[in-house]
């Protein structure tokens, strides 16, 4: 008997969930019908306000990745150039292993952006546009900073008198 209201307890009460402490605990859980795993479902949007907030969250996880990344290639690239005494020598034994670090490493964020995209683009669909938004707004800023630096070169040389 339950003490609080004097009605029977039943036995099959909660026996079909897990333990509470088990339910966070267990990504490859299935989440519905449909057979997908809990972190690759869908999540659906209710309103306008969380379609923003995703895509804007998008925006910042590119930039704020991106520029982890390329401090830690910077780290990285120096360590491997003060460990390797001539990393040009190809006599030098690790050689081909600087060869191969060096082009991981290169090719580490390129692999890390495009497997976010994908994987939010399954999942929570904003945040992947706002990664790819994110991508053309760093590009639209490049390319205004070499028309930029172009003029300026053409108004320098044309000053000096070449």
Known sequence: MNTENNTPIDPNDGADQPPASDQNNAP??????????????????????EKKRDFWIGVAIFF???IVLTLCQWGLGAGFYTVSPSI??????????????SWALLLMPWVINIALVIYFALTRSQIALGMVAGFGIALAIVICLGVIFTVWCFVALSGSGF
């Open 28 to 49: 490859f859980e299935l989440a519905g019908n449909n057979g997908k795993p809990k972190w690759l479902t869908r999540k659906e949007y209710t309103n306008p306000a």
């Open 64 to 66: 704020v990745l991106n």
């Open 88 to 101: 040009v020598d190809s006599n030098f034994p690790s050689s081909p292993l600087f060869s191969i670090l």
